[in-house]
C-alpha cells in the first residue's frame, strides 16, 4: 500500500515531555512477539534502579479505557476501521489525562505502555487500510501527540507470530482472529512506524532466543538511563 508523504510539521507535533526525571516508555510488536515477557524485564531493572514503575495497557487502564478494551475484542461484527481508530484515540487521550501525564510529572517514575500509537498506526493505518496520515492527524492534538521516551519494538515473522500463537492455544480476540496477510500488513505498518520515528523506535530481534532479547533489551535500557 503506497503511503503519501507525511509533512514535517504533523510528524514534528510528536514530542515526548521534557522533563528528564520521568520515563515513558512503550512497546510494541505483533502477537507472539514477548512483548510480555520484556515489559516485566524492563519492570525489574528499572525497579532496580529505584523508579517507581507503573505497568499499563492500551487500550485499557482507565475505567472508560477497559470498557472500550471489551467492546472492541470482544466485538462480533467487523467494525469500520474509522471507528477503531477513533475509539482507540479516545481511550488512549482518557489514558494521559487521568494516568500518564501526572504520573510523569514526579520525579523517579516510568510508564510502562504495553501498545501506544505505533499499534494504531499498524493496526488501523496498515492492516486496516485508514492510512497513515489519517492515524497521525487523529492524534494530531494535546494530549495525543505526546509519545513515549523510547519504543521497543520486538520484530518476529507473521510466519513466527502464527507459530507461537498455536502453542499459546488461547482463545482469540478480534484482531489475533485474522489471517496471515493481516499479519504481514502489521509488519508492514511498524516498519513504517519505525521510518517516521526513528530516534523514538528501537526495533529488537524478537526471533531469538528470550533470554538473548531481554540481554538486549537491559542495554539499551542502560545507555537510556547512562545507568552503565
Do not use: W
Not at 501506544?116 to 492534538?141: C, F, M, N, P
Not at 529488537?204 to 538486549?216: A, F, H, L, R
Request: net charge neutral; proline share 4%.
Amino acid at each position: 500500500m503506497p503511503t503519501p508523504t507525511i509533512s514535517y510539521e504533523l510528524l514534528s507535533r510528536f514530542t515526548p515531555l521534557t522533563n528528564a526525571k520521568s520515563l515513558f516508555l512503550s512497546f510494541e510488536g505483533i502477537e507472539g512477539a514477548g512483548k510480555s515477557t520484556q515489559i516485566n524485564t524492563a519492570f525489574k531493572f528499572l525497579k532496580s534502579l529505584g523508579y517507581d514503575v507503573l505497568l499499563l495497557r492500551e487500550p485499557g487502564g482507565t475505567e472508560f479505557g477497559e470498557q472500550l478494551r471489551s467492546a472492541i475484542l470482544t466485538s462480533q461484527k467487523d467494525l469500520h476501521p474509522l471507528s477503531e481508530a477513533c475509539l482507540f484515540a479516545s481511550s488512549r487521550a482518557q489514558l494521559l489525562y487521568e494516568v500518564i501525564l501526572p504520573k510523569l510529572k514526579m520525579d523517579g517514575t516510568a510508564v510502562i505502555c504495553d501498545r501506544y500509537i505505533d499499534s494504531s498506526i499498524a493496526y488501523q493505518g496498515y492492516a486496516r487500510k485508514l492510512g497513515t496520515q489519517t492515524v497521525l492527524e487523529i492524534h494530531g492534538h494535546y494530549p495525543l501527540t505526546i509519545v513515549p521516551h523510547q519504543t521497543f519494538y520486538i520484530k518476529i515473522s507473521p510466519q513466527t507470530s502464527i507459530e507461537r500463537q498455536k502453542i499459546r492455544n488461547q482463545k482469540k480476540d478480534y484482531f489475533e482472529s485474522k489471517g496471515l496477510a493481516f499479519y504481514e500488513s502489521l509488519v508492514k505498518g511498524y516498519e513504517e512506524a519505525a521510518r517516521l520515528f526513528p530516534n523514538r523506535i528501537i526495533s529488537i530481534n524478537g526471533e531469538q532466543d528470550q533470554t538473548k532479547v531481554s540481554d538486549e533489551l537491559e542495554l539499551k535500557l542502560k545507555a537510556i538511563t547512562k545507568s552503565e
